[in-house]
Each structure stands twice: as C-alpha cells, then as structure tokens.
C-alpha cells in the first residue's frame, strides 16, 4: 500500500472523518495496479442479485463460483472488490488480506420491476467489519417516489459507518416516475445525482456515464445560458465532478452492458481526460473469459495510469 | 462575541431552554458584523441539494467549492451558515471556529416534484454535535398532506437537540394541496407558518417574504373585521413577527431567486422596518462574484445597523 | 472571537478530533483579551469545594456569590471560567454567551485528608452540554494509590466528551504515597504528569509550576547524562511543555497560594519565556478585591501579550 | 398556593434549572402556612428507620400509624413531609395533594455503627414520581471515608431528578473519621457541608445548627484573621447561609432530639434572624402529642412570619 | 500489502476468528519491509507513559514529538507501530495509511511502584475503531495478585475486539509478588506466559526474551525429566514458541533498555534461529538517532528476511 502525496491530497478533502475512515479510504486508493495514483479500477458483482444468476453468470460459467471474483480482482490488480453479503462472505476468509472489500448494504432483484423502484437493506455496518471491509456501499434511486427512504437509510448507516472507521460508497442511480429512461443518464441529471451523493456525506460516489441530453427544464436554461461544455465525454466527466464538491470527492463512473471493447475504453479515456477518479466494470470483467477480463482490465490501468493514450 | 443588552433581553424569551442551548442562541446572534445588535444576516446553501448543482453554481462556478461558502459567510461577516450534512463536513474541520454553524437536517431534491411534497432526513443531531454546529435547521412544509410527519420528525430532534443544548431553527415554507402557488406567500399563511413553528418549539424561525394576498376564507374575516394592517411589507412583517409571540421568536425571512439589488434592498428595509430580525440570504449571495456578493452583503448590513436608511 | 493564525496553528495538532472539538477549542482560544494570541489566561474556582468556603472567600466576600466569579472573568478577559457543577448552574443562564465555561467533573473536600487521595465524580458530560460549557475539566493525581481508577475515569468522560464535541482539560496534580511534599512539583515530576495527561487523551494539561529538584532516581540520571537545563524557571517551562508532546499540547500552568504580585508576575514571564501557553489563577484573583484582581489579571495578560517585558 | 414576588425572587436563583423544578420548588415555597413567605417548615420521619420504631414513637405511639405524619404535617400546615419510600407508599394515595412530598432516596440504620457511615439507597427517581413527590431527598456524611461514593450517587440521581422536573434536597451532615463529635456541627464544618451540597447542585440544604466551635486549624486562620462573626447563632446561621452561594440556595437548619421549647423557639429565632429559611422539625413534632406539636410548630410558623418576635 | 503463501498459512491457524481479524492479521504481516514473510518488527512506544518523558525521550530529544515515532516506522519499514492513545491520537491523521497501528489499551505510570502491579485501561475499543487501528494491545502481569482483573479485562476487550475485527496483542509479562527478579524472564515462566496470553485468545503475543533459568520448582522437575533443550537462546525460543500452542499462535519478542548493538542482533539471530515470528523494539529504536535507529532495524530485517546470517 503506497500512501503518496496524491493520496494524502485526497484524504485532506475529508477533514471532517475520523482517521479510522481515512486509513480506510486510505486502504481503497492504496491497493492494486493503480494504487496510489488517485485512480480506482473497482470490480462490482451485484447483478447476480440484480439481474438473476443466468443472466449474469451464464456466458462465463466460473463466474457463478464467488470465488472467481475475488480472485479476479486479485489477479487484475483492482482497487477494491465491492458485492452483497452473501458473495462477500463466500470468499472473505480464502481471501482475508488479498484485496480490500465493499459490502454492498442494499440489493434489489428483477423479479418484480416497479415504476419507482427501491432496495431491500441485505447487510449490515457490523457486517462490514466482521467481513474486514473497508467501505460500505449503497445505492439510492433519486427519481423514485421512494427515495426519500433510501436517503434515510444511507444516512443513518453512513453515520454508523463513520463512527466505525469504515468509508462510504453511494451508487447514484437516478431511476423512478420522475425520469425517462433518457433522463436517468442526462447530463443534468447525473450531476445531480453526485451532488445528491455528496450531499449525504458519500466519500466515494459512483455515477453513470453522462449523455448529453438535458432532462430538466430547469436546468436546461442554466446549462444553455452559462454555456456549460458538455459536448465531450470528457467535458461532461468534467461537468460531474465539479457537481460532487468542486473535485472534492472520488466520483468514479460505471460502464453498462457489454459494448465493444473500443467504446469501453474510449470511455475510460473520457472519464481521465475529464477528471474522473476511475471505474466501475462488473459485466465487462466478469462476464467474458477471465484471461479477456485481465486484459481488458489490464489496458484500462494502463490508461488511467497515462501508461498509454 | 459580544453578548449586548439586546442579545441578553432576546435570550430571556427562551426561558424553558437550558443554559447551553441559550449559549448557542448567543453564538448565533453574537457573531459577526451584526453581532450584539439583535439582527442577523444567515448564509443558506442547500440549493445544490434542492435544485441541482448546475442551477446553483453554474452561474458562479467557484461556488460548486465547498469551501467557497465558508469563506463567503467569514468574509462577510454574517451571522451563520447553514448548509446540508455533506457541505458541512466538506469544511467543518477548516474552518472551525470562524463561523457558528446551522446544519440542515432534512433535504429535498426535485428530480421528482410531488403535489405534497416531503423532506428526508440527511442529518442527525449527533452529527450537529461531532461537526460543532450552534443549531439544528429543518424545513417543514404547512398545506402538505405529509406535514404531520414533518412536524413528528422535527419535534423528535428538537427534543434532542434542545437535551444537548443546541438550538432550532425551522424553515416553515407553506405548500402542497392545501394552497395555490399565491397562497404559499399569502400572509394569513405566512404569519399561520410563523406560528406553526413558534408552537412547535422553533428557538429561529424562517419564513417568506409575505404577499398583501389573503388565501384563506375564515382568515379573510378577521383581517378584514380587525383591519390588520398589511398594506406595506413593513407591517405585513410586522404582522408576522406578532404572529410569532408577538415577536418573542427570532423570526428571518427569505429572499427569492435573484432580482434587481434595488428590490432586495427595498425588501431588507421593510424586514428591518416591520421588526424583523433579519435576512437568510442564499441565492443573492453565492449566484454572483463574490466581490459582488460581499457587496450586497455590505450594504444589507449597513441597512439592519441603522448605518444607511 | 478570533481565529488567528496562530490558533489554526494550535488546532491542527488535534487530528483525531471532531470539529466539534475544534471548535470549542476555538472558543477557549479565541475568547477574550488574548483571544487568537495562543496564550490563555483562565479562572478557577473550585477552592470551595476543595478549600472550604471560609479560607476561600472570607478574605473577599463578594466572592461568596456564584455571579462574582463569571462577572470577574468577563470584565478582566479571561478565556474562560473553570469550575463545579453547582458553581456553574448557579450562572449559567445569566452568563450565557458571555465566557466560555468548563465544567469540573471532580472534585475532592478537605475534611478528610487520606494519604492517597481521589476525587468525587460530581457533574457529567451530559451536564456540560445542557449548560453550554466548552470543555470538561478533570483532576487526576499520579502518584496516589487511586490513580488508576482516575486514570479510567476520565478515559471514558473524555471519550463521550469528545463523541459530543467538548474539549477535555486535565489538571495533573501528582500526590500522594508514591511522592514527597517536595516531589509533587519536582521538574521530572511535573514532566511526567503533564505526559500522562496527554497520553489519557487531554486537550489542555495544566500541571503546577516545577522546582529544579528531580525526585525520581532513575530520571535524575538521565538529566544529569542529557544535561537537561532546568535552572531557570523558563527552562523548566519549556522542559514540562516538550514533555507533552514536543508543545503540541496546550499546557497551562497554576499558582499556589496568594504570594506577593512580584513574584506571580515573575512567574508569568517564566511561562511566557519558557513557551508556556497561559496562567489559570484562582486564589490570586478571587481572594482579592475585585479592582485588585482586575489590575493584577491586566498585567499578567499584558505579559502574554507581549504588550510589557 | 401562592406565587409571590418572594417566591419569584427565590425561582430566579436556579437559571440552570427547568421550568418543571422551578415548578416543584415553587410547590414546597407556596404551600402551607408559610407559603409564600419564602421561609420553609417541612415535617421529615425518618428515626423509623434511622433509629429504631421504639425510639421513635413509643413515646407517642399514634405516630407507628404512617397516617399519623401525614395528618400532622397538613393539620400544621407544614410546607411539605419528607420520609423513606415505606412511610411515603402508606398515605400517598389518601393524602394526594395535601402536602408537597420529599422521598428520601437513602437511609441507615443503627443496629450496626461504623465510624466511617454511609447509608443505603432505599427508593428512586421514578418511585418519587409514581408517588407525586416534589423533590428527592438524599443524605451525604461529609468527613467520612465513604463519602465520595455518596456524592457520586447523589450527582447521578440529581441529574436524574432534574431531568423528570423534580426539586433536590440535601441532608449534609459531617461525620466520619474526618472529625470528632463537636466537630460535626463545628460553624466551619457546616458552613462546609452547606458549600458541598450546593456545589453538588442542591436546590435546599439542610444542615445542623453550628456551635461557635471551629473544627479545622486551616480554617480557624481564615476566621481569626477576618473576624467572621459567629458569635451568636443569628451570626453563625448568617454564616452558613453565605457559604451556600451567598444565600442563593435554600438552606434549612435541624433540630436535634428533645430539648426544651424555649431552647428550640431560640434556635427558631436565631434561624430566622440570620436569614435562615427555615427548619425541619421531626423528633420535636411527632415525639409529644399532637395537640402539642401543633402548638409547637403554630409557635414556629408565627415567628417566621414574624407574627410574633 | 502482499499476502503470500506464508501469511496464508498463518492465517489457517485463526480459524475461529472472523475474516474482519484476519485482515488485520494480514495488515500487520502484509505490511513493510518484512512484509509477507511471517516476520515482524513492531515499534513500540509506551515509555513515555510507563517510565516517563525525560528517561524515555532526552536522550533523542526529537523523539518528544509523536509524529517522530510515526515517521520512524514509516521510514524503517516496520509492521506496525504500537502505542497509548495520546501519541496514536497525535498523528493518525497526519499518517493515515501509512502503517498498521496497534492501539495499547492499558498503562501503567512509575511514580508509584507497588509490589504487585496493575494497569489502567486507557483507552477503548471504540477509540481503535475510530482511530484506524488494525489491533488492539493489552498488558497482562501473570504473578501479581491483580493478574485475575487484568485477564478479566482483556478478555472483555478481546471479545469487543473480535466482534468488530480487530486483531488482538497481548504483552505477557510476568511480574508480582508471585516471582524475584530473575523469575520474570525464566524459560518456565516465560512460556507459560505466552501459554495464558494463547489461552486468552491472543492473536499475537508478546514476551520477554527467556533466560536459561527455572522459577518453579515443579516446573523444574519436568524440565530435567523431559531434557527440554534450553540452553542456547534459539533452544529458549523454540520453547517459548512451542508453548504458544506449538507455534500456532504469533509469538515476538521484546528486548530491554539499550544494550550493544552485537547483543541485540545475536538475540535477532537467535529469535529467528528458534522460530520466533519477530521483535519489538522500542528503546533500542527512538532512544538514539534516527539514522543509528534506521541502520539497526535495517540489519535486524536483514536477518529476519534471511538476507544476512
């Protein structure tokens, strides 16, 4: 684990966290390939859960032993490993020490789609630390009709979290009656969401890739009239981290279903170019060969890490 | 600090508070250019939260800084801040000791606009205690169908907070079903807010800027019949502060999205000339240069000490 | 209340605590005549438990009444007013906002002197919150049989202190079995209390003012070896200062019993010179009539403050 | 009842009280015969347990019947009854609302002394409240080995009163090891005791008459050297009332077994004309017959209200 | 942080301890120059409370200040370093991540010896949690007669520990009216110091470096019977280690005040040489130069890491 300056840069953002939380954070920014540059490459396996097992695991069949993933982010050399409770236990002791985890505090499944979705709390803070974690992770629909709960939800197990050293993830997904489907990627919108994020106290924000779409008319006439640059991928990576605190918290953004391998990295190139802190990649890592994850894998590092263009 | 006449005569409306939570009253009323004189100049910043952060900052960028607030409130000399959990834990270890801190404890986006509207909660008076805040704020929304789970809420921390010896300031922001867009400025409305809040256990109260407009029927009568003065905003201020114990609560009123200085200016007069206690001023103060923001600020304060007409 | 330079300075060797700690460190810092010089000048008064009320406030007897000593330390500028539960309840309210307080959680009588003294847990953190105190004060005496039971006393009030965002005071006052009269302010002594002061977690440490004997065997070897300079009384100010880590604690001294003013003006530029943080004074100021303690405290802040050699 | 300006005077004293003490105090000051005088005659019955039923009330023996104390303290218009949680749980529901009640939270007994006592806590907070009791009552022996485990616990159920809105009596009586038998009611040692229990945060105190004997060389200077009167008892009681923050806390004085009526009518006399509050009249009540305590404590009442020299 | 085969094979020896201990295991044994290999050198540094400053610090004088001691670790290279709460407190934001830290919950202070020694707890659970730290530390005096609290109190920190996934360090050293002198460090006492440290549930236990002597007579007879081989220091260590549930638990060593250089690196040889997991070193390390400090923990890693004889 290598502390450098830009890692203590980083942790100087959170002056109000207890040194507990900073090691932690500490320990995210610190691990792997990219540790110590400031840029995260984090593997997230929650569709499992999410989407089914079939559909997530079926294309890649070692992907349904937990294991996999674990030793999948070892082996990549990534950041962090962030999944539920039950994957997260299935490998935390094989793998104690190996790579620094994220439990994953809130899950939905796909059994039922609701107009305004939520999630269900399927672990606990004191999960996180009997587990050896460094964060917890959550996600918040802001769009539903029922995100005021999971505001509420996140805030008194942020405050937990906190209190016990451990770092905060949010996953800010905006979804529910409020938004189209084009809104829920809208650059308005997701910067909106890392403001909401960081708003809540997140040290750690994870957003989708932005579009150029603006959902709110609100927000329309600001955008037009200040001329805010969104035309690039980069200029609205730009755009989002500046949302989250000016660039005072790690905002760090989530591809979607498998694309070409020339768009994905095209768009880690976007999210570097504009400032951003890293990715997210669960489907694209883990639901292809693990010699294409590793490489995959391999050349995004290499990006962040200005190894290659 | 100085702790004047005025600010001692003040404090002895409060005669059911502790010791500790009048010390916090003090701290607000004691800080800054306006201290001692019984007025207060706030600096409110939950827009990013409640609009967006592209409609509140985009327009003056190093605002999207969490730290540009801090600064903002120190150099102009006002009497607080206040500001949801995330922005105050952005600065709270920078800037401790500066300036008496008022942390939001409920937040609304508006991805999703509802009829009745709600808050969640985003804070909890622990953290108002770990971050050395002087008061706890929530806004309460009276004319909502979910306002009595806003006043339960409210009343819960209010308890807490007063056992610890912090103090309470409620937005009391009428809306929802029960009222047209008119009605929410009426002034029956407003001083019935004032009241609300008064009744609730607010040691500060906040309210819009009140309309000549009366929306309720059974209210018309009366004004009508007693011929309560409310042509000018100064006695509709002046009503309004009678409404809330005839003025034996601090009671500040709120400017709207940005106008012309002159009108807010006009509009601080008629606060000051009504016996109102101040301003809370978020917009007009960080939507524009800060040279020009600390300008206003200036001249509104030179307004409520008497140094200008 | 001023947050100079100096006091950023000062606060950010607390690192592991809360802004709210901060904060009110602040206020100690801040407040009063020496307000944001770094220096404290502070007002004890818990001689009547201690003491006895006739040998504390017979010679003065204003000083009978609760109000004396907060009016005492508003007009002379303190940084603030130390004493009981009762003392501080009996003021508190009148008082608000106008010095900041800490309340002593223990105290001993003198009725009855054991060999090994303890002291009387008689107030709680709860209490200093709802009487809107800045810090808790505590007394421990190394070198007593009862120490330990002191020591774990105070670790626990000073982890809930500091959960709320109090400031924890300690005065370190070695006594009993383990020491001789002349061994209770001995230089190696006065060192080591002020380091099991900051070792239990202190934020100020006042000690009493050493003698350059050594009472310690095993120390006296190694300030002989290091040649240690303990001559001057500036000397063993800065020695008792470098044992509570290297200054980067707030370390306060006392006086004894009324001597003459020459002598306690001496003994302030000792301090001062030895890079001392401030006097806390009690029986020289409240044993006095109140003009006489007014002049002596203006000297002595004088002092602190550069203003006089 | 009766709520006069004497009474408010004596309200303002206890700032850091809440509304709900200042409630209950003014319950034991406005009733009765003496209500609203500001001066106090309160009925306590605690020999049952402290000395042995036949000590107590063979002598009179009506008074075995709980009823009997009850009945006395309304038929003489006593300003409240204080006893033990038995003598209190037998007459509370017949006499609800007659007389302000102080539960005696602990007690000894004597079929076994020590020469360092302590007592035994016999009732609770909530057992004063279910039984509609005014106040706690609690008795500490300053001097004695065992007496800050005393304090600690009177600190811990004083906090607990006050936060249920209940007024806190203290019983401070010197004894221990510490002192020898003329000693305990020594003028410096009960001007002590009056000063600890203050300082403890007693809302009334209550201790022994002072002999002109001074127990303590360390004082005995302080008394010499500034001549403090005590002289007589008026100047002994003016004594004691001082060092119970200069008169700003209710202090009661107490008889001790039989003596002869004029002695304790010149008791009465010095009490009142040194300023004293009052006093407790237990063994001299309810040890003769009641027609005679009656007249007795008519006498008492008249001299306090200064019917009668 | 590099977990390699070795350190997964010591972790195969915690199987009732969660994944949450052993990533903290794996911290300390992952981290420094020695990381991976199963081999640790921890600094410690609790003289400052347990001999004093000036014994502890003169000889170094930087080494006053708690971020030496931080920076110290950092720079040699060390596993993690251990101390009392004040000096983790003092720099564990300043070094968050840089190296594992050990939280020592207990102290014991020199101005006072009693023949059969205790501690005071010093700091909690909680405080380790909030402070970064990877274990909790915990003195034990086998032989004294306040060994009984002394277990009781670890294992109720162990158990806390464990349930939030911090690892646990034990000191075993036998001291007390139960043993002379030389009885401490004998090869009988000392592995059965290490046997009750392993039985308290210990993840990591500390002792002192064995001599060839027997305290205990029965202890003697099985010595001789069995020929337990003891007469070389690697002979001892073997023995030691054995005692720790045959080498199943982590088992370092501690040296003493400053001896030659060519002692303590035979004493590394002959630790290594027998088994032994490491060394703590603590007055051999801050007590001279940093350069001296950093050439000596060179070389003993050197041996450690098999690099030198």
Redesign the interface.
Known sequence: ?S?TER?REI?S???????????????L???GRLGGSGHLVILPVDQGFEHGPARSFAGNPPAYDPRYHFQLAVEAGCNAYAAPLGLIEAG??EF???VPLILKLNNKDSLLEEKDPTQAQTASV?DA?????AAIGFTIY????E???M??RI??LA?EAK???LAVVIWSY?R????DKAGETAI??C??A???A?????HVIKVKLPTAQIA?E??RK??E??K?PIESLADRVR?VV??A??G?RIVIFSGGPSETDDKILAEVRGIRDGGGFGSIIGRNSFQRKKADALKLLDTIMKIYAGQIA
Chains 1, 2, 3, 4, 5 share one sequence.
């Open positions: 684990m502390t890692v942790l953002w959170y002056g109000s966290d207890s040194p507990g939380t900073l090691n932690n954070l500490a320990r920014l610190g691990h935390a002791r104690a020490g190996q004191k630390l009997r587990l050896g974690c802001p769009g539903s009709t995100r005021f709960a505001y509420e805030r008194a405050e209190a016990y050293g905006p529910g009656s409020g938004l308005d919108v910067g909106y890392a403001q909401i960081a708003q809540l106290g997140a709110q609100a927000a600001v955008y009239k200040e805010v755009h500046q949302c605190f000016n005072r």
